[in-house]
């Protein structure tokens, strides 16, 4: 969406058809058996693992529905060690980022 007001000050807007969906989710505190869950379930859906791209299926609030796109995952992704409990290694809460192609 690009907004801005015109001369008047009356509110111009163009819309797009199509802006790229970003996806995210946050974890919460993490062992590091789950971390490695998540991890393999994201890389087995790898197309390509060099630009860590995926299909991604997901849920449209606004419309309601399933909707499937091609998506990469944020390369600024990092997990950072929090400790260690019961012999695994904890990670403190991380953020993923999917951006659509």
């Not at 909707?67 to 997990?79: A, I, R």
Request: glycine share 8%; with cysteine.
């Amino acid at each position: 969406m690009n907004s801005y007001a015109d001369g008047d000050g009356v509110t111009q807007r163009n819309a797009l058809k199509h802006t790229r969906t970003t996806l995210e989710f946050s974890t919460g505190i993490l062992y590091e058996s789950e971390m490695e869950e998540i991890m393999d379930g994201i890389v087995r859906n790898y197309k390509n693992p060099l630009e860590r791209d995926a299909i991604c299926t997901y849920y449209d609030t606004e419309h309601r529905c399933y909707k499937t796109g091609h998506f990469y995952l944020d390369s600024n992704m990092t997990w950072v060690p929090g400790g260690t409990a019961g012999g695994e290694m904890i990670y403190k809460p991380c953020k993923f980022s999917f951006v659509e192609y």
